[in-house]
């Protein structure tokens, strides 16, 4: 009975939160430092191989080098798998060509390291256990060290979705205003990514990586399409088919975005008047949850001792 209360103990699954949230801090620390060296070395090393080559171009590294020596063990080799995880990790906000490796590996180390830390810290805090109880306890271990990672991926998900879905109509009236004073579709892009890095960063960045894509050439279809994949929002998704209707009919991008804006502010009406709605059940279901166990306790609690009491002390009376 004390193993299985210091099992669901609040301090034990404290510690293992802390001890995920310093081995994260750690691991992205000792990432952006080694990133940073790697991509000064080839900004220093590009000239001169540039002179050896005889005036010939590098050849460009399209993936990042981290990990490397470690690729086949901690990468899956399923593409579709892969593309999968790169997929949700580029909705967290992970963009590094080494992000699906360095995911895998997390992994990995989190399990063997929570393995081992229950293998080495029960014995000494709960002391001698039987054999498959501590087995259960330390492949218990393995499992939350196994899923911290892809829970904290998709904790960033919901949280970078929230965030958008609370700025884009906002955004869309800004959008809206620099189409009407004129600009075209890039010019209102790249203004919007300037302003709103101050107020909402995900859709800051999300904008800027859609108008470094449209300046780089790539084609528009494509780069709407990438745009609604990278959050994943159903506002969004219907915002990026009325951008790609009116670029392919010859709509007015102007004319399109304020008939969406309009229904973008009757949706946001509507949420907010289901969630209005919706309180006072939650606060029927909360006041019974929290009010009605106590009650029935006071009352019934002293008339079912007085009956143990009568069972069992009576008759030894």
Not at 79 to 93: F, Y
Not at 104 to 117: E, G, I, N, P, Q
Not at 215 to 240: E, H, M, N, P, Y
């Amino acid at each position: 009975m004390g193993s299985l209360n210091f099992i669901t103990s609040p301090y034990l699954l404290a510690s293992f939160g802390m001890l995920f949230v310093a081995i994260v801090i750690l691991v992205v620390a000792a990432n952006g430092i080694i990133a940073d060296r790697r991509r000064l070395a080839r900004r220093l090393e590009a000239p001169q191989q540039y002179h050896a080559r005889g005036g010939v171009a590098p050849k460009i590294a399209l993936d990042d080098d981290i990990l490397q020596k470690f690729a086949r063990f901690v990468t899956p080799t399923d593409d579709k798998e892969t593309a999968q995880t790169r997929l949700r990790l580029i909705r967290a906000g992970f963009r590094l060509p080494s992000a699906v490796r360095i995911f895998h590996l997390s992994r990995a180390v989190f399990s063997v390291t929570y393995a081992l830390l229950g293998a080495i810290i029960l014995p000494i805090l709960v002391g001698s256990l039987p054999l498959p109880i501590l087995v259960l306890l330390i492949l218990f271990s393995f499992i939350i060290g196994f899923l911290l990672p892809s829970l904290w991926i998709d904790f960033l998900i919901s949280r970078r979705k929230q965030m958008a879905e609370e700025g884009f109509p906002d955004t869309l009236d800004l959008l809206l205003v620099c189409i009407e004073a004129g600009q075209g579709f890039d010019q209102a892009a790249r203004r919007i990514a300037r302003e709103l890095k101050g107020h909402n960063k995900v859709l800051a960045e999300e904008f800027s990586i859609m108008n470094d894509e449209l300046w780089a050439g790539k084609d528009r279809v494509a780069v709407f399409r990438d745009f609604s994949q990278r959050l994943a929002l159903d506002d969004i998704t219907a915002f990026v088919t009325v951008l790609r209707q009116s670029d392919e009919f010859g709509v007015s991008v102007a004319e399109a975005i304020r008939v969406y804006a309009a229904d973008m502010r009757h949706k946001r009406v509507m949420r907010a008047e289901e969630k209005a709605n919706m309180m006072p059940l939650k606060l029927a279901l909360a006041s019974m949850f929290f009010t009605v166990p106590p009650t029935m306790l006071i009352m019934v609690g002293p008339s079912l001792l007085m009956i143990l009491r009568a069972f069992t002390g009576g008759h030894g009376g």
